[in-house]
């Protein structure tokens, strides 16, 4: 049974921001609700408001703004799956939005609530770090942009102060030839939240000396993780077997799983990472 609490319904950021600030720690924001609801019947969260951000203007569609592409956070991960700007200049969003929860899950679930849950394996988040998303954050004193890579502070803890809502993701069209793919395991074939997703992204991979290489890692830090120093080893650098052995070790440094995961043992973690990793050796 569902613990009581009262439902709130805004349209405006400014309203609902307003209220959430007033309210502190006994308000917590609802958009799909399919973290929230789950957390609230396990008793992890015990909301005296629920505050329903669905019908506020702006937050909903996806736009082509010249060379940005603008997703709005309660755009659901079917709508971004499906989208065909999406499809066309970032495919790797699409696999990882495709492979979140099955289809009923996706019709509600947003990519805010996926990016704002915190979780260190969110299926949209590994792709959009590779893609360096910026993510657009309001509250009724105006907004601010913040690279997506510095929103997560630890597991379920994401960089938001009060009345603060996430409105926009925000991308750049990449304007050079661009290759990518999105891994995922888990333990079973039909719905579950990953073991481990990754995101590879080569820029400019026919020219040696111009490319740039962008790795994303879910579930193996306590943030959905950038591997920083894995892409400045290997842009520039021409895919070989030598390069594969110091990537690896340099990836396996990188990586620091729990221990006592339900879904997989750091062990696993760190073998089907440098399985897909390989990848890039074989198809680039
Ligand atoms: C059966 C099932 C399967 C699932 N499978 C997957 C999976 O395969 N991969 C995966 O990544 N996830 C999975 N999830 C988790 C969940 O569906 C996603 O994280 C989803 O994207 C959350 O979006 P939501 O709109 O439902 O968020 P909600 O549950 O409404 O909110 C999630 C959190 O974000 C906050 N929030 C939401 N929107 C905003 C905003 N705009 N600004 C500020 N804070 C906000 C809420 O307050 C809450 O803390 C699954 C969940 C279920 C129940």
């Known amino acids: 049974m569902l613990i009581p609490f009262e439902y709130i319904k805004f349209d405006s950021i400014k309203d609902a921001s307003v209220f959430l600030k007033e309210h502190g720690d006994d308000a917590h924001i609802l958009a ?7 957390k609230i019947r396990a008793r992890k969260l015990k909301p005296k408001y629920l505050v329903d951000i669905k019908g506020i203007e702006g937050l ?20 971004v799956a499906k989208n065909t700007h999406i499809k066309e200049y970032f495919p790797v969003l699409k696999d990882g939005a495709w492979t979140l929860g ?11 609530g996926n990016i704002c849950n915190g979780s260190p394996s969110a299926d949209t988040v590994i792709p959009l770090l590779v893609y360096d998303a910026k993510v657009i954050i309001a509250s009724d004193e105006g907004e601010r942009v913040e690279a997506l890579d510095k929103f997560f502070k630890g597991p379920g803890k994401v960089n938001l102060g009060p009345g603060e809502i996430l409105k926009n993701i925000i991308l750049n069209i990449p304007d050079y030839p ?20 990754m995101a590879i992204l080569v820029a400019n991979p026919d020219s040696i000396s111009d490319r740039k290489v962008r790795i994303s890692i879910g579930a193996v830090a306590p943030v959905p993780l950038r591997v920083y120093e894995l ?45 897909y990793l390989s990848w890039l050796f074989e198809e680039i």
């Open 178 to 197: 661009v290759k990518g793919k999105f891994f995922r395991v888990s333990r079973v074939e039909g719905m579950d939240l990953a073991s481990l997703n």
């Open 231 to 275: 892409e400045e080893f290997l842009s520039g650098k021409e895919f070989t077997k030598e390069i594969f052995d110091k990537a690896k070790e340099i990836l396996l440094n990188n990586l620091n799983p729990r221990e006592g995961s339900l879904r997989a043992t750091p062990y696993y973690k760190k073998r089907m990472a440098v399985h």
């Open 60 to 79: 909903k569609g996806i736009e082509k703004d010249r060379d940005k592409i603008v997703i709005g956070a309660l755009t659901t991960a079917n709508e």
């Open 102 to 112: 099955d289809y009923e899950i996706r019709n509600r679930a947003t990519i805010g």
């Open 32 to 38: 799909g609700g399919t973290d929230v609801i789950v």
